[in-house]
């Protein structure tokens, strides 16, 4: 697998686009910390921004990336490597290249404003958002073999996991909040890696005191370590799903 | 050395190939021709195992195609339209297609010198025409001393010299004992280079036939004519 990762990976990174992507982080973040008058609010400005545009930028990016590599990949098929080779290669080639990015442009202020546990669990949140929606994006190229389609299938799921799933979630409380909603509540939130995410960071932050009674029931369950080791599997469940089923749909595909 | 048994294959609704019987060997030169959308380009697809096939075998030298990987060391394949990551440079891409085939000893760099290919190594696929692109890719197909092989379309692209380097590399190689497999729709240039015709149409060999005998069968003295022939005769049936 080491054999053809190491080139796709130098192609990658030399991409205009993941160096404007790195800028782009890179003046998110400095201009999140330098803007705000406290580094609490700046990690705030900075989360919701990050998970606002790193699963947009990595799920269509991944997703051309592939949909651009139709004939490479049926190249590299002719040759003797593995189908399973290939498609992982891809895949490490395009999650390791957005993460570098994301940490050379979020990760250098992050470091240098922020307090250091904070900004490691916000690197390693950023870092995991990455890779997910690189497995999406996997996942829905290999779905529709038109590229016009599979693009338009991520643009869906990122509108689905960043602005419509809080809709659903507001919507649910706001119907049964006549009911003890929110135990189902922490539940549902599993159903999306990018709220599983924001209230992981929250959680770390005091303005987590700002979410009231559902905060309470939040941090009973995310603020301990058994919490937080659950949802960094349910997390990792994200990244894993979708590359297997990606991966052994694309063992039988017709290119 | 290819034992193609009763192939079919449909794609949805659209049944591409139904029932291909072929045995190819080597130091045969086979011309693959035939309408657009017969199948040509599926039969390839499969025996490269790029698709797979719904029905019946491909076997090459006794090893059903089904059971490994391992066969693909024995062909070079020239695809119709390279399309390379825009980034990687022609070195990095010949450095990479070297590390899949874990070898470095008993390269042909006829092709790559002939094509001056160390002048470009440094040369990012993005910034090359189409048909420096397609040099890229014979040069890749050749480079191995593979036994096999399958070129698809491989002057189509090409400067009118460069087309004849590879023409000439094609006979060379031909008359070195392997088994090449070409698809053209320019007729006029099999001249010389097949020995054998297969013709396809709506995905079933139409006809399988030496080049010497079709001349001889259809009096003419070359290949597009007696194609034209065959295909008259045909219709007129």
């Known amino acids: 697998m080491n054999r053809i990762l190491k080139y796709i990976l130098l192609d990658i990174l030399k991409n205009k686009f993941v160096i404007a992507y790195t800028i782009m982080l890179a003046v998110i973040g400095w201009s999140s910390f330098t803007l705000e008058d406290s580094s609490a609010k700046g990690i705030l400005t900075l989360l919701n921004l990050i998970l606002l545009t790193v699963p947009l930028v990595s799920i269509l990016f991944a997703a051309i990336y592939i949909y651009n590599s139709a004939e490479f990949i049926e190249l590299l098929i002719s040759h003797p490597i593995k189908r399973k080779d290939i498609w992982l290669s891809l895949f490490g080639g395009l999650a390791g290249s957005m993460v570098i990015a994301f940490i050379l442009g979020a990760g250098i202020p992050l470091i240098i404003y922020s307090d250091l546990n904070q900004s490691i669990l916000m690197l390693a949140i950023g870092i995991i958002i990455t890779v997910i929606f690189v497995a999406l994006a996997m996942l829905c190229t290999i779905i529709y073999k038109d590229k016009a389609k599979g693009i338009g299938l991520t643009i869906i799921l990122w509108i689905y996991f960043a602005l419509l799933f809080d809709g659903i979630l507001l919507f649910l409380m706001f119907q049964f909040s006549d009911y003890p909603i929110e135990k189902p509540m922490v539940a549902l939130t599993a159903l999306s890696p990018i709220d599983l995410s924001r209230i992981l960071m929250l959680l770390q932050l005091d303005s987590a005191a700002l979410l009231g009674y559902t905060g309470a029931i939040f941090n009973e369950f995310f603020g301990n370590t058994k919490g937080m080791i659950i949802s960094f599997m349910l997390l990792l469940g994200w990244i894993v799903i979708p590359l297997i089923i990606s991966l052994k749909k694309f063992n039988q595909k017709d290119l | ?237």
């Open chain 2, 1 to 237: 050395m290819i034992d193609i048994k009763d192939i079919s294959k449909s794609f949805g609704k659209l049944s591409v190939l139904r029932g291909i019987d072929l045995n190819l060997n080597r130091g045969q030169c086979i011309a693959l021709i035939g309408p657009n959308g017969c199948g040509k380009t599926t039969l390839i697809k499969i025996i490269l195992s790029m698709v797979m096939a719904d029905k019946g075998e491909v076997s090459i030298n006794g090893q059903l195609i089904t059971k490994g990987i391992a066969y693909k060391k024995m062909i070079g394949y020239m695809p119709q339209i390279g399309r390379y990551p825009q980034n990687m440079t022609i070195g990095q891409i010949i450095e990479m297609v070297q590390s899949i085939r874990n070898t470095s000893e008993n390269l042909d760099l006829s092709l790559y010198q002939s094509f001056g290919m160390d002048a470009l190594l440094d040369k990012k696929m993005g910034t090359l025409s189409g048909g420096t692109t397609q040099k890229v890719s014979a040069v890749l197909a050749f480079m191995f001393n593979p036994p096999i092989l399958i070129l698809d379309e491989p002057t189509a692209g090409l400067d009118p010299i460069s087309a004849e380097i590879l023409k000439e590399k094609i006979i060379a190689e031909r008359n070195n004992g392997k088994l090449i497999i070409i698809t053209s729709h320019l007729l006029s240039e099999l001249d010389n280079m097949v020995s054998e015709i297969i013709f396809m149409q709506e995905g079933k060999v139409a006809f399988h036939q030496s080049v010497d005998k079709l001349k001889t069968s259809t009096g003419t003295t070359n290949i597009s004519e007696a194609i034209l022939r065959i295909l008259k005769s045909k219709t007129n049936e």
